[in-house]
DNA sequence: AGAGTCAGCTGCTCTAACCAACTGAGCTAG
DNA sequence: CTAGCTCAGTTGGTTAGAGCAGCTGACTCT
């Protein structure tokens, strides 16, 4: 087909620069309804097959989100494609040899070490205490089975970093956490100790309160020793095999 | 056709499942060939169609990497796509009124306000000559038209991190730097004064090298605090246009 | 009035043909 | 003999049309 003023080859990569535009150029915010697929044919000038390629695309980038049988809306743009993408990457690593899981766990610590200490003092006291909340739960969950402690592990460290009052930053440091945990997980990793994890989280919780920052980045960095050596010790000499078997 | 065994619905959401878990199985490592279109039409028992939806979509997140009348490969897996999203988000933010930039901006400057200090003392002399080198470049361009500032720039920071000794640390820093130029220049923002810029390079690279911590934060801290002034008394009053006019 | 049904949207998958980019073998001209 | 060209074969890119599958809402029958 291909209307007039378009070049004929070259569809595909623009397809999406287009769409995008679209999006900015209508002002739609997450959850608004794209054009379906006929309409966004006749509105680029292109086949259904290029659209739905594009579409495709956009989609691992969270851009778009598409629903069968329902429509295409504009994604909510989480970072959700990063950690597939970031963790697709740390355990192909993994299984050729390289200390990627141990890399990642270094830049966590690292960056995570950088924030308590500019968070030390000044943290709101009501994230101070849905924090000692939540240490308080994950004792609880540690007595019991030990459900559920993966979630209130997530929780405690995206409520550290509330107080640093950027949604952009909590996103980051939230996507690091489940792409090292997807990958941990993933790999057959050793689980830590629940008992020793409340502790450091409760000291980091003190740290944090007693606005010393030398000692939150210290309980920080005591908290991801303790992790390193649950995956330095396992995970690197038994490359399992993946879920979900298949092929 | 659909081989025995495999479901006939779903076949999109599995079939990037399948396709990475063929490049974990065989241990293909960065810009290893993947199998032909037809190949994979047969290994995983789809139509051309699906099998081409599939790979744009693992093409978006950086795991395959697709050469016309070349072949596929094993993509780079570098954040290049993670760059992407975070750029659209932001600028997709930025036109409907929100202050993504500046969020963008305050998450870089909270992340290298921390790893900076964790580097005072101990980064290596190396690096140190590297980096007066990139400010004495920087001078001399500053001092020209102005040509090449921008890569300067960039190495300047990528380089201050090599000390950290974390390759995918260095890579994620790269990437918030690259998302926030890219979104700064899409919307036509102010760009700096080159000369504050050496001087607060200048006085970074010094701090780092004295091994005082505080007062590396606080120089990453006003080198930042310049950037935003920038940011905020333009491109929010007036937002331009995207470029690569099209549609 | 309530529940089932059906028509109509939507996106999903398949097939088959042709277009376009790249490679390499073989031919031709110098 | 070599430099360059041509052409066939490979690969991904694009189009077309048909039918499948999930969801919605109005219509009909009880």
Redesign the interface.
């Known amino acids: 087909m291909c209307l007039a003023g378009y070049p004929l080859a070259m569809a595909?990569r623009?397809l999406q620069?287009?769409i995008?535009?679209?999006?900015?150029?209508r002002?739609?915010?997450s959850g608004a309804p794209l054009p379906t697929e006929p309409e966004l044919m006749a509105?680029?000038g292109a086949s259904r097959?290029s659209v739905?390629?594009?579409l495709?695309?956009?989609?691992?980038?969270?851009?778009v989100e598409i629903r069968h049988g329902f429509g295409t809306y504009v994604g909510t743009?989480s970072?959700a494609?990063?950690v597939?993408?970031?963790a697709?990457?740390t355990?192909?690593g993994h299984?050729?040899g390289e200390d990627?899981l141990l890399?990642?766990l270094?830049?966590r610590e690292?960056?995570e070490?950088?924030?308590v200490?500019?968070l030390a003092g000044r943290i709101p006291d009501a994230d101070l205490v849905e924090l000692d909340a939540l240490v308080d739960r994950m004792e609880e969950q540690a007595a019991r089975g030990g459900d559920g402690i993966a979630e209130t592990d997530r929780a405690f460290h995206a409520t550290l970093y509330r107080g640093?009052d950027?949604?952009?930053?909590g996103e980051?440091m939230e996507a690091f956490w489940d792409t090292f945990h997807r990958v941990h997980t993933d790999l057959g990793g050793a689980p830590q100790d629940p008992l020793v994890t409340c502790r450091q989280h409760r000291e980091i919780v003190d740290a944090v309160r007693s606005g010393d920052a030398i000692r939150a980045e210290k309980a920080i960095s005591e908290h991801f020793g303790n992790i390193r050596v649950r995956v330095s010790t396992t995970g690197t000499q038994h490359p399992h095999r993946?879920h979900?078997e298949?092929?």
Chains 1, 2 share one sequence.
């Not at 995008?20 to 150029?25: A, E, G, H, P, R």
């Not at 495709?56 to 851009?63: D, Y």
């Not at 950027?166 to 930053?169: D, F, G, I, S």
């Open positions: 595909a623009d620069e287009r995008k535009k679209l999006i900015i150029d002002r739609l915010a509105h680029l097959n739905r390629e594009a495709k695309g956009l989609q691992a980038m969270g851009i743009m970072l494609p990063m597939e993408g970031l697709f990457r355990v192909a299984h050729r990627t890399q990642l270094q830049l690292a960056v070490t950088g924030l200490s500019r640093l950027n949604a952009l930053l980051v993946c979900n298949r092929v």
